[in-house]
């Protein structure tokens, strides 16, 4: 396993994290994505770290809380052997105090996601979405607060808006306070959009990408094609309405390309489409999900190879899609294209 810095801190993770979504299997969403008890996540922590996967990633949100607990009780006696990231800020329930990012709010969250994990550190703590309702200096303050209590080790967000972590960058910067080093962000190859702003301001700002869903909700399993309909029994018949949305011709477009890939290397077409990802820049670590034994060994194999130039160059192509506004000018006009390289 290749480990990496996560953004600009000190801390290494593995370039495939495991995430714990399928852990407590509870309500229609999560429920879906699978049920696994702590004895069946116990025996996939195993596989993790046989592999080298050390981190693994939870929230307090994902099956109300049970995904945490049973991935306390997986780890329990070997906690020094992994790293938990978690995340906290989308609602647990209808009252006031329930949801988003407060001071009240975060160290309520903390000591409750401590306790469900049966530990008395959380690794990287995550939050999960932004919340205008809380000032960006008690936000940060907080964090500062947690860090330096030892409860929280580092901290980053998730799903956030550019402007809004470039401004909590700044607020801890101007005051002194710890500042954000991960973002968990949606990035696949059918679906780039982070590459337009928040990977040049990672780059930027030394925060490392950890990458949700990188098989596009399961889009990319090579189940699905031009001709090849969602088949029965998929997880995306209930819970499509919730994914990222993609084109259709995009992805047949993608997923031709993955084929052709996987014809020449004898991967297959998720290995591939994981393995893309880990090329790219501010990538730190790519989440890999898993409802069973069979899964997560099809998803290691995505490390220990990479992929040829010219591998790369197709599934860019195939992958690319203009960028919206003010972005478009610097792709179709070669005066704004010289100002500003790409990253990628």
């Known amino acids: ?13 593995p370039a495939l994290s495991f995430g714990t979504g399928t852990f407590g299997g509870k309500g229609p969403l999560f429920s879906a994505w699978g049920q696994s008890d702590a004895a069946e996540a116990r025996r996939l922590i195993d596989i993790c770290l ?12 994902y099956s109300n809380g049970a995904s945490e607990e049973v991935l306390g009780q997986a780890i329990r006696g070997r906690r020094d052997a992994v790293l938990i990231s978690t995340k906290t800020g989308l609602p647990m329930g209808d009252g006031p105090q329930d949801w988003g990012v ?3 709010r975060l160290f309520r969250a903390v000591e409750d996601s401590l306790r469900r994990l049966g530990t008395d550190y959380i690794d990287l703590l995550q939050l999960h979405a932004f919340d205008a309702s809380t000032p960006v200096e008690e936000l940060m303050g907080t964090l500062d607060l947690l860090i330096t209590a030892g409860k929280v080790r580092y901290a980053g967000v998730s799903n956030y808006p550019g402007w809004q972590l470039m401004k909590a960058q700044a607020a801890a910067e101007r005051h002194g306070w710890q ?31 950890l990458v949700w869903s990188p098989l596009g909700w399961g ?14 029994g998929s997880r ?16 047949y477009r993608v997923v031709d390309a993955l084929e052709w890939v996987a014809a ?35 998803n290691l194999g995505a490390v220990g190879w990479s992929l040829t130039s010219e591998q790369i160059t197709a ?28 990253l990628v």
């Open 102 to 104: 407060s001071r009240a």
């Open 236 to 251: 995306l018949h209930e819970t499509e309405q919730f994914a990222p949305p993609v084109e259709a011709e995009l992805l």
């Open 50 to 61: 046989d592999a080298g996967v050390t981190l693994f990633d939870t929230a307090d949100v």
């Open 264 to 298: 020449e290397t004898g991967k297959s077409v998720p290995q591939i489409a994981i393995n893309w990802l880990l090329q790219r820049p501010t990538v730190s670590s790519v989440i890999i999900g898993a409802r069973n034994e069979a899964q997560l060994r099809q």
């Open 219 to 232: 889009r990319l399993t090579g189940k699905i094609g031009r001709d090849r309909p969602i088949p029965e």
């Open 315 to 342: 599934l860019d192509a195939a992958s690319d899609v203009l960028p919206p506004y003010p972005h478009t000018p610097y792709r179709q006009q070669e005066g704004f294209a010289r100002l500003n390289p790409p």
């Open 1 to 13: 396993m290749d480990y990496r810095q996560l953004g600009a801190s000190g801390l290494r993770v």
């Open 179 to 209: 500042r954000l080093v991960a973002h968990q962000v949606y990035y696949s190859l059918i679906g780039r959009a982070y590459e337009a702003d928040l990977m040049p301001l990672a780059a930027d700002q030394g925060i490392g990408a």
